[in-house]
């Protein structure tokens, strides 16, 4: 057993030792990353949009679960990791990509091993995933591609924008009655839709819970849930209160996917596209009710 | 002993109508009340019948639930120690309402959420019972409660560890705690049915937990049939906990401090601190209520943060005092 591990131990020395003469000798100038290792939902799926193919070797857990990841069904062509410093050493990666919320403990731990981590912080607005898949790009040595994707982001978001003269008061509201404000990517979504966001009226810039009380009373003309996660939690019981179930029955409600908002990829769109939907349901409705 | 009565009678009724009158947004109380005896159709109407009416109603119920509860067992088990919340009746009935919403029980039939919680709570009575025995040392009964609360706290968590929703992890916190945030007309109903039986049960045991004063032999002599006195306090408390944390999570000390502060008040008779118990349980659960929505009105602050801060020092205090008794 010991001997083994010492053979291997020799063996990887030598090869070690071999590896960087060969590398250097056929392609010099390339220090493009050639193991990536994605630990963080978002970063996985800027990973998988900008990566060679071969070049991302492990995305997190999350990539696949359909109701936080954008790319669930992409995700199932790379090998799962589940963000925990050993398995993630043991994949030999050459780049980490990690986020912000990422367990700090893993990140410091990568790093004492000796492996680069790129921490990528959550984006805030819209401008956010432009620079998130710039940085990427830069991280993978994908600049061109990305820098491709970005306009391709940008040129469809400013197709999907529109002049609105009579902005609806939409909330956002989730489970145990969290919101977000204005200064969030969420908000920013809200915003190019063309709604005006509740949370402001409640005093929440970036987030935080609006009382179920207090909701009712700013009177919302629209309510924007998300959707439900399997099995039940108490926590998700406030979206069937009485109170919200009446809101939403006497004006408009809309539902947007967390997987859709909840990362700063172009899959935003999809959002912002749904949003503008609900947005002229609201006006034709308005309409409607004015003649 | 009816100056007492009216007390806190009118310290519940004010306490009740400053819980509808308080809350995060700033409503004119006169309006408010208006529109709740009107249950006008505005928003307002809607937000004091649908969200603060519920919301004060359940103080009431629960708090009044737990400090009866706690006069009964205390009484019965002659030990002022002996509390719902920290015998690990209410963390048992707790795993009871988290296993019916983990397996989808609650959702398919709606009495499935309380009656879980009741067979959660008689579950941990029995257990406490028949590990500290029915005249059990104060000593064996708490020690015995450490236990079952502990392992059903445990298990509580493991279940909602386990649950792939990701909001339930979370939620270990309310059901360990405690709150009565966002609750609705609905829950109100889910547990009446459970806590007026209970009621009824623990309010019969007055004449027997006061004849068990002079001794089991003595109260046998005067005509108290014990097995039957046993089985009213033990399912009384099972359902009252058992609604009350069904709905609201546990919220701890409030059946131990309620009955150690009105024992002076009623001679130490079980009989009138039974009822008096139930108004006191009401006032406290009120007023920690009306708190948490005054101090931190959009951090949710947990009831059981509360009752716990005011419950724990009593509780040294009663360790100290039962010690004292017994060297």
Redesign the interface.
């Known amino acids: 057993m010991i001997r083994a591990h010492l053979r291997n131990m020799v063996l990887g020395g030598v090869i070690g030792l071999i590896a960087p003469l060969v590398a250097t000798a056929q392609d010099a100038p390339d220090v493009r990353p050639k193991r990536v290792v994605s630990i963080n939902l978002c970063t996985d799926q800027l990973a998988m949009m900008l990566a060679d193919p071969g070049q991302l070797v492990s995305v997190s857990v999350l990539a696949r679960e359909p109701e ?1 990841s954008a790319m669930a069904d992409e995700a199932l062509g790379w090998p799962i990791n589940h963000a925990r410093a050993e398995e993630i050493f043991l994949l030999k990666p050459d780049l980490v990509v990690a986020g912000a919320f990422s367990s700090q403990a893993t990140v410091q731990m990568l790093r004492k091993l000796g492996l680069p981590v790129e921490v990528f912080e959550p984006a805030l607005s819209l401008e956010d995933v432009s620079a998130a898949m710039t940085r990427m790009g830069a991280a993978l040595h994908q600049d061109a591609r990305a820098a491709d994707q970005v306009a391709g982001f940008e040129a469809r978001l400013a197709a999907l924008r529109e002049q609105v003269v009579n902005r609806p008061r939409a909330a956002i509201y989730y ?3 969290y919101s977000v404000g204005d200064q969030s990517l969420s908000g920013h979504i809200l915003a190019t839709a063309g709604f005006d966001n509740i949370a402001r009226e409640a005093g929440i810039p970036v987030a ?7 909701l ?2 700013l ?1 919302p003309d629209v309510i924007i849930t998300g959707q439900r ?10 979206l069937d ?3 919200v179930r ?1 809101l939403q029955d006497a004006r408009l409600r809309g539902t947007i996917a967390d997987r859709d908002w909840i990362c700063g990829t172009p899959h935003v769109l999809r959002a912002v596209e749904g949003l503008i939907g609900l947005r002229h349901d609201y006006e034709a409705v308005a309409r409607g009710a004015g003649e | 002993m009816r100056r007492l009565a009216l007390i806190l009678i009118a310290l519940v009724v004010v306490l009740f109508v400053a819980a509808l009158l308080l809350g995060p947004a700033d409503t004119d109380p006169w309006q408010s009340l208006v529109a709740l005896i009107t249950r006008e159709e505005s928003l307002l109407g809607l937000v004091m019948y649908e969200i603060r009416l519920p919301r004060a109603l359940l103080a009431v119920m629960i708090g009044a639930s737990l400090g009866l509860s706690g006069a009964a067992m205390q009484g019965y088990l002659r030990n002022p120690l002996a509390d719902p919340g920290l015998i690990g009746v209410s963390a048992s009935a707790a795993l009871g309402a988290v296993l019916a919403i983990q397996t989808g029980l609650a959702a398919a039939f709606a009495l499935g959420l309380p009656l879980s919680a009741l067979a959660g709570a008689l579950v941990g009575v029995l257990l406490v019972l028949a590990l500290a025995g029915p005249r059990g040392s104060s000593l064996t009964l708490i020690l015995a409660g450490i236990v079952v609360s502990s392992l059903a706290a445990a298990l509580t968590s493991l279940v909602l560890n386990l649950s792939p929703n990701p909001f339930a992890a979370n939620e270990i916190v309310f059901w360990m705690m405690g709150s009565l945030a966002d609750r609705s007309m609905v829950h109100v109903g889910l547990a009446l049915p459970f806590m007026v039986m209970g009621w009824l049960l623990l309010g019969g045991v007055g004449r027997g937990l006061d004849a068990l004063t002079l001794g089991e032999d003595a109260a046998e002599a005067m005509g108290i049939n014990l097995m039957v006195l046993r089985l009213m306090v033990v399912i009384g408390t099972a359902a009252v906990v058992g609604a009350s944390t069904a709905v609201a999570g546990v919220i701890g000390f409030v059946g131990l401090v309620v009955p150690h502060i009105l024992r002076p008040f009623v001679g130490a008779r079980p009989s009138a601190l039974l009822w008096s118990s139930a108004l006191g349980g009401a006032a406290m659960l009120l007023a920690a209520d009306i708190t948490v929505r005054l101090v931190l009105p959009s951090k949710d602050l947990k009831l059981g943060v509360l009752t716990a801060i005011i419950g724990a020092p009593l509780f040294l205090h009663l360790i100290h005092k039962v010690r004292k008794m017994s060297v």
């Open positions: 936080s489970a145990n009655g935080g819970n609006i009382p179920l009380e207090v009712a009373l009177d996660y399997p099995a039940a939690s108490r926590s998700e019981e406030i209160h009485p109170v009446h």
